[in-house]
Structures are given as C-alpha cells and as structure tokens.
C-alpha cells in the first residue's frame, strides 16, 4: 500500500501571499517585498488592507533609492491596516533660519547645506502588533513583542513588551511582568524551527511561560514561575 504524505498546511509557508484564501485582504508580507530594495519583511509577518494589501510598499513614505535608510520588520508582526511608515526622504532643516529646502529646485544660487537630515531607518522587531492608522516616524525602533496603539504617531524607540499610544506615542504599560518579558527575550522563540513554533503555540496562547521554556529546553522551567 503506497505511503502518502500529509499535506504542509499553506500558511506555514511564509512565502505564501494570502495564508488564509477566505480572507484576501490579509497577506504575508514577504513574498509581497522579496525584491524590494528599501523594505525587509521576516517570515509570517502580515498586513491586513481594506484596499490592497498588494501594494503595503505604498504605505513606506518618502522611500527614495538615494537616501540610505530602510524598513525592516522582524517575524510574526501583525500590521493593521492603514499603517504608514516615515522614511527620510520627506525631511526639512529644523535647525535653519528657514525650513525651505532651497537646494533641491536648482534655481536660488548654490545653498550649501550640508548633509541632509537623516534619523536612520525604521526598525521593527518580532511579535509586534501595530494598530489601525499609526504612523512610525523615521529613526524609530521597536522591541519586540510591543502593542502600537490605533492612530498612535510613534516618533521615538518603544521598549519590548510594552503598550504605546497617542501623538506622539507614550508608554501605557508594559505588556507582561518584566521577569517574563525577559525570559520571552531570552527564549527568542520567533527564531525556533517552524515545527517547533507549532508545538509552542498552545503555551504562546495560554500565557503559559513555563511551558514554553520546557519546549526550548530550558532546565527545570517549571521551577522558575
């Protein structure tokens, strides 16, 4: 009798576009960037858009080819939609006696700025969710495991595991109790093979940390809660 084997769900596939057919307005966020030179996106990170989810690399602003920043987005990230991204392409002198930027239209002599304003890119780490229409500003990073909230304009770093929200966005609280955040961290179980995660997911779900860190082979786990 032939052996067959069982079928790989498609969603456990990150280059797979829509994990879930029913539900074409989410999409993994990799296959949709894999050539993109200004935008990087890690394995399972989706976007959910009430228009196209297609075209997420519209929602990364001012992303010229001549600046040297980028977006990148760590695994497991869940994107709301209407989410925009700030690079620097759209900054002005704020320390200037105009924030005019005579330079670029060629036609007012020869202005010397100097180098133009450029905070770095935008980082975003694993197991973040980013609410319904904030905004990141660029420069900014964000730990892994935080909440942006609804409508937030993030223009500085969020620390891991906790909740921000409002313009500009403020810590709300932290997620989780610091001792768990941290062995969170330390696990990196974002990292974990795929199979792994699977197995992982029950205890990702039920908060259950001690679970968790017998499955990455963490000794006596059970005694650390």
């Avoid at 994990?19 to 960037?33: D, N, T």
């Avoid at 005579?102 to 780490?125: L, Q, S, T």
Wanted: with cysteine; proline share 10%.
């Amino acid at each position: 009798m032939p052996v067959t084997t069982p079928a790989i769900h498609p969603a456990l596939d990150p280059m797979t576009r829509h994990p879930m057919p029913a539900a074409p307005s989410m999409a993994y966020l990799k296959p949709l960037l894999a050539d993109h030179p200004k935008i990087e996106a890690g394995d399972y990170s989706y976007i959910h858009s009430f228009t196209d989810p297609a075209r997420f690399a519209d929602q990364v602003k001012y992303a010229f080819d001549f600046i040297d920043d980028r977006l990148v987005i760590g695994k497991f990230c869940s994107i709301a939609a209407d989410v925009s991204f700030v690079l620097n392409g759209g900054n002005h002198f704020a320390d200037r006696l105009s924030t005019y930027p005579f330079p670029i239209f060629g036609c007012w002599g020869e202005p010397d700025p100097g180098p133009w304003p450029n905070k770095g890119g935008i980082n975003i780490g694993h197991d973040v969710w980013i609410g319904w229409d904030a905004t990141i500003m660029p420069g900014v990073t964000i730990g892994n495991g935080a909440i942006i909230a609804t409508k937030s304009v993030v223009t500085s770093n969020v620390e891991p595991y906790t909740i921000v929200g409002g313009n500009p966005a403020r810590m709300i609280k932290r997620r989780l109790p610091e001792d768990v955040a941290a062995r969170l961290q330390a696990l990196a179980w974002w990292d974990w093979p795929v199979e792994r995660i699977a197995q992982a997911s029950d205890a990702l779900m039920k908060a259950d940390i001690a679970a968790l860190e017998a499955l990455g082979g963490v000794p006596d786990a059970q005694e650390q809660t």
